[in-house]
């Protein structure tokens, strides 16, 4: 059975920082990618990052360029997302999602997904 857990969320002051962790257990994701995707009060889930597994290659959400940076570490199958420079905009609960062949910025391509870590920015 395949687990995504994250963690890192909380309460933080605009230009703040923020390193969320998502551990995975049950597989690996060679060939495949693993990323954050959020969601803001009233809004749609919005794609943030990804990154291959294996090759690592990179992929953001323009808006977040610059002050985000997503990572892995293969031995403890874990994925980051370091967050500076907070924004109330940024306001959101970030989910990690896994499991992507293509189409890494579509929602529908993660079949597996964490239950979410709250970020609040307060201004």
């Known amino acids: 059975q395949v687990q995504l857990v994250e963690s890192g969320g909380g309460l933080v002051q605009a230009g703040g920082s923020l390193r969320l962790s998502c551990a995975a257990s049950g597989r690996t994701f060679s060939g495949s990618a693993m990323g954050w995707f959020r969601q803001a009060p009233g809004k749609e889930r919005e794609f943030v990052a990804t990154?291959?597994?294996?090759?690592?290659?990179?992929y953001y959400e323009d808006s977040v360029k610059g002050r985000f940076t997503i990572s892995r570490d293969y031995a403890k199958n874990t994925v980051y997302l370091q967050i500076n420079s907070l924004k109330p905009e940024d306001t959101a609960v970030y989910y990690c999602?896994?499991?992507?062949?293509?189409?890494?910025?579509?929602?529908?391509?993660?079949?597996?997904w964490g239950q979410g870590t709250q970020v609040t920015v307060s201004s």
């Open positions: 999602a896994a499991g992507a062949r293509n189409d890494y910025r579509s929602l529908t391509a993660y079949p597996y």
């Open positions: 990154i291959t597994w294996s090759v690592g290659n990179i």
